[in-house]
């Protein structure tokens, strides 16, 4: 039977322009490598400033303060060689066993943007040009005859930079080779078509990142609209034959917060997620809370001094991890109230589909 098409989404997904960064520098390592030059053939054909830096380090980005550095920084794409610390995988709970890299950085801006307590320094975007090496490093992580999960959004948003690298279709298709393994991506961004045809076997769950459309609007910068990202995250889990990519997909609801009537916010938003993706026979949700650490409320309020984020301590509790660091998290009462409504909502409107975790 073939799928409805939904006629509102499928206008709204033609909304996105893509990113456009105000120049790419590139070191001497990333030329000296195959996929550099791809890189760097690409932002030529699109008329991007290139500039060739005289050094393996990335300079210039500081502007007088905060705002300004942070200007320059999100202006910029930097290809870059990884180092090879970049090779020694860590774990990544509860999202997959494996966290690798494409890039770093991600030009849009979220007022709770996560990367402000995970990266330092100013917040260039940078991808990497050893990327094949990248890739052969992985298949020392599986374990043979059972699945390994890879995840490669922890530190960029991969789609937001992808006609201007390639690297995630490169990073799709060669997953499709490998037995006993899974590449995870998230992505607030749209322009899937590029990632269509791509020989995936199964082995890629493309994810897409939304929010109820009130926190979108209020906290989210230079990322599409929710209502079309449903209908990037539903033509990637459509078949083949109906011009989707066939794809198993998966919902990453984030950062969800208690916001005035967020009871009716999110039911909206899980009844236009039912309607929408009701056909998916492989779909995964993770139901992730808003949370912040001194440091990245810090940072977060330097860069979006006007924000409407609220990151008081009130209905707040501290939650401790094992290095030591502090994050506040809603107190318990809101979370077990957010976390059944979550859980009731989607499995009555998608009894199939798997929540992964709720943190
Ligand atoms: Fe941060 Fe994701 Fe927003 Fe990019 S899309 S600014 S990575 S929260």
């Not at 120049?23 to 030059?37: I, M, N, Q, S």
């Not at 009871?263 to 938003?269: D, I, K, M, S, V």
């Amino acid at each position: 039977m073939e799928t409805q098409p939904l006629i509102g989404l499928e206008r709204s997904e033609k909304q996105q322009k893509p990113w456009m960064p105000r120049r790419v520098l590139f070191t001497p390592d990333a030329l000296e490598e195959g996929y550099g030059r791809e890189i760097l053939e690409r932002a030529e054909r699109l008329n991007i400033p290139v500039e060739i830096m005289t050094s393996n380090r990335i300079t210039g980005l500081r502007g007088a303060d905060e705002r300004e550095t942070y200007r320059l920084a999100k202006t910029t794409l930097a290809i870059i060689k990884a180092p090879p610390s970049q090779l020694k995988l860590q774990p990544i709970p509860p999202s997959a066993d494996w966290q690798f890299h494409l890039a770093q950085g991600c030009p849009a801006h979220c007022h709770y943007c996560y990367l402000a307590g995970s990266l330092s320094g100013p917040p260039v975007i940078r991808a990497y040009a050893n990327l094949p090496e990248i890739l052969e490093n992985l298949p020392n992580y599986i374990q043979p005859g059972k699945l390994t999960t890879f995840e490669a959004s922890c530190y960029t948003d991969p789609l937001s930079i992808e006609h201007l690298t390639g690297g995630l279709q490169k990073t799709i298709e060669f997953f499709g080779t490998l037995p006993d393994a899974q590449l995870r991506f998230v992505t607030k961004f749209t322009a899937v078509d590029q990632l269509l045809q791509v020989p995936h076997n199964g082995h890629t769950r493309s994810r897409i990142s939304i929010n109820a459309p009130e926190v979108a609007r209020r906290l989210e910068g230079g990322v599409p609209k929710v209502e079309a990202r449903i209908a990037a995250l539903r033509k990637l889990a459509l078949p083949r034959s109906e011009g989707g990519g066939a794809y198993p997909i998966g919902v990453v609801l984030a950062p969800i917060m208690p916001i005035p009537d967020w009871e009716l916010h999110y039911t909206a938003l899980l009844d236009q997620l039912a309607d929408a993706l009701a056909f998916a026979p492989d779909i995964t949700f993770e139901l992730i809370t808003h949370r912040f650490t001194e440091g990245s409320r810090d940072l977060l309020q330097q860069w979006y001094p006007n924000t409407s984020l609220d990151m008081s301590e009130a209905n707040r509790t501290k939650k401790f991890n094992k290095f030591g660091g502090t994050k506040y998290v809603f107190e318990k009462g809101i979370m077990q109230q957010l976390k059944s409504f979550f859980h009731e909502g989607i499995k009555s409107r998608l009894p199939h589909a798997q929540i992964l975790y709720w943190t």
